[in-house]
């Protein structure tokens, strides 16, 4: 049999939609019987093309039509390469370990979400939380997540490696390609974008100016993306140095921290007009609610314990028909009384 045959996959089957389990095992023991290249009619599985790490370092290619669920090409292996021939639904790339992902459409959210290695590449815009939560080996090239569009909110939240590269053209929102609050909690990685934004988190990342080697890598991958989701007619609309900006992560010595409010302040300022005096129980406490320190002593300290064993009996107890409670009946059996 030759490695180059195709064998196909319908996601439905004999009138109902089979599980996502079952599509992956016939995968993967397809992997098992030679098969390279795969053409899946998707109808809502999950993780397709994901996870075949049979192949060794055989080249696979993964074709997807239909309606593909979430997780395209999950903890995906290197040397995968995973089309979907139309748009993809959430967490494309979701934990990829080295594999290629073209998405000829639009893709929803949560793209390229814990991603390590690999390329993905969006033919539109994503959805909200892309790039987030990512991370790179620097053993290994960095991962790498390209949209053709912009964004959605909280683009690359906690990202702490890869590049991402928005190129701004036919974004889904023109005033603004980043998203709403960008980069919150970015520790390490860099964005290349090119058109408006409205604002990022200035704490975690800042604004750099693209070098000439910078650029040369840019321009260069610019044209490979272009390649692979067949639309290398704009690469002259969109390499334009110009119109591109840097963002980077801050370093551990370069983040500043917002000034924070003093117990005080918040006491004074939001405590008690809203809880405690003229606020919502403001009538039920009368008592000292001053700051105290840890451990009091002294006039300070403003309840003292004070052991007082017995002074005071259970209901149970004092009403009890016997008139001697359990516990004290066996109290005088141990004394052997």
């Not at 998203?179 to 604004?207: E, N, Q, T, W």
């Not at 840097?246 to 921290?257: D, S, V």
């Not at 917002?258 to 005080?264: A, D, E, G, L």
Request: proline fraction near 6%; hydrophobic fraction near 35%.
């Amino acid at each position: 049999m030759e490695q180059q045959e195709v064998i196909r996959f319908s996601g439905f089957e004999n009138g109902h939609r089979i599980e996502s389990r079952i599509l992956e095992e016939r995968m993967q023991q397809a992997v098992e019987n030679g098969y390279r290249t795969f053409e899946v009619e998707a109808f809502g599985q999950h993780g397709i093309g994901g996870r075949l790490w049979k192949a060794g370092n055989d080249r696979l290619h993964v074709r997807i039509s239909g309606a593909p669920g979430q997780r395209v090409g999950s903890m995906g292996f290197p040397n995968t390469l995973i089309e979907v021939l139309g748009p993809s639904s959430d967490d494309v790339g979701w934990l990829n370990g080295g594999a290629e992902i073209i998405v000829h459409g639009h893709a929803t959210n949560g793209v390229a979400n814990a991603m390590a290695q690999g390329k993905v590449y969006i033919a539109g815009n994503i959805g909200a939380r892309g790039m987030t939560m990512t991370k790179r080996n620097p053993r290994f090239a960095p991962p790498e997540l390209w949209v053709l569009g912009s964004a959605g909110d909280y683009f690359a939240e906690f990202m702490a490696g890869g590049i991402a590269v928005i190129c701004g053209y036919g974004p889904q929102d023109p005033e603004n390609v980043l998203g709403f609050r960008p980069c919150v909690g970015m520790v390490g990685g860099r964005i290349y974008f090119r058109g408006p934004h409205k604002g990022y988190s200035k704490p975690d990342a800042k604004l750099i100016p693209i070098e000439d080697g910078d650029w040369q890598w840019l321009a260069e991958n610019i044209k490979t993306y272009l390649t692979a989701i067949g639309k290398t007619d704009l690469y002259t609309q969109i390499a334009n140095r110009e119109e591109w900006q840097l963002l980077e992560a801050r370093g551990p010595l370069e983040k500043y921290a917002k000034p924070r409010r003093s117990m005080q302040a918040f006491h004074e300022g939001v405590w008690d007009p809203e809880l405690g005096r003229g606020g919502l129980i403001g009538d039920l406490v009368d008592f000292e609610r001053t700051q105290i320190p840890l451990i009091t002593t002294g006039f300070l300290r403003r309840y003292v314990p004070v052991w007082e064993n017995r002074k005071f009996a259970a209901p149970c107890e004092v009403s009890c028909p016997t008139g001697m409670p359990v516990h004290e009946r066996w109290r005088l059996i141990r004394e052997g009384r």
